[in-house]
């Protein structure tokens, strides 16, 4: 049980800390805070997981090959960015611990203690779950039927394409916790935690100044107030957020979606006397691929949010290389819509 513990802070918090380091370094201080960090890097392996994924679901090669596989370039890659991104650690802005930040703890820590002790289940886990599970079991990549456990004949094109099932089934082998456990109890906590990251990361940005740094855990508060009270409907990203965390639909439109808005709001906030910072041309492409992961929608939303937004920000600026650039960083996405649009 202790090992699995360990194991899962590894899996879902250090490792993803590790990896976001340097990428965070591309970008201007005023913007980086821990929060960033662990953001980008939570992107970065999943966007990384799909990459290798792809291959492996293509030319059959089993489920077991594609986890250890992904472990040793995970850790590798977590460890060189550690090295490579050292400076990120003296550069970062520290929270401002004033009273409404501990609010904000307060307002998370009730949030995931409510989504673990209502132990809210979802219809979708009858997919989600299932194919981890089925993943996990006959090593193999989207080869079972998760309804009925036969094989299936051909590929399911709609949803072998992202890889989030089988993410989470690597999580469960690195950890040795079941699918149905790490969804629902560490995966989805950490899930709610980048969420918060986020948010705080984007009241950074929004108030850069000195003098509005106040409202930062004000914004922050207030997002926490609309999560908990935005249970309108079954379809609101808020719903999406505390009752169906861990899929992949939550995530696309909770943290994909929001960190690539995020990315946006700190191009067009770079003091126009700079060019728009490298880093956050490489995390609107990470976002974008890790979209992906998450479903293959997110092959639409991410490219044409970025390619859209920056070419606002780049007249804005008068900086028209940037609207290039974005489109450079979305071709992995759009190119993974290509493929799905081929095999539908």
Known sequence: MILSVLLTIVWLLLIPFGLGTWVTSLFSRKFITPGLIL????????????VLFL????????????????????????????IMGGTTFSSMEKPKFDFLFFVFLILTGFQIFMRVYQKVYDGDDAFFIATATTSLQSNTLFRINPYSGYEMGSLDVRHALASSPV???FLSKMTGLHPLIMAHIPYGIVLIVIYYCMIYSAG??????????????????????????????????????????????????????PAAFLYLIMAAKTVKEDKIPLGIYVMLGIAGLSATAMTTSGAVFIPALAVGGMLVISIVRKEYWAI????????PAIAVGVVYLLLK
């Open 39 to 50: 953001l980008n890097g939570y992107l970065s392996m999943t966007a990384l997981f799909e």
């Open 55 to 82: 291959p492996f679901l293509k030319f059959g090669w089993s489920f077991n090959a594609l986890a250890l596989v992904f472990a040793i370039i995970s850790g590798v890659l977590a460890l060189v960015s550690l």
């Open 167 to 169: 993410y989470l089934a």
């Open 204 to 257: 950074h940005t929004l108030f850069d100044d000195e003098k509005d740094s106040k409202y930062i855990s004000v914004f922050a508060c207030m997002a926490c107030v609309f999560t908990i009270c935005g249970n309108i409907s079954s379809s609101v990203p808020q719903t999406f957020m505390l009752m169906r965390t861990w899929q992949g639909k939550a995530v696309l439109a909770n943290i994909c979606i």
């Open 324 to 331: 290039l650039k974005t489109f450079v960083s979305q071709i």
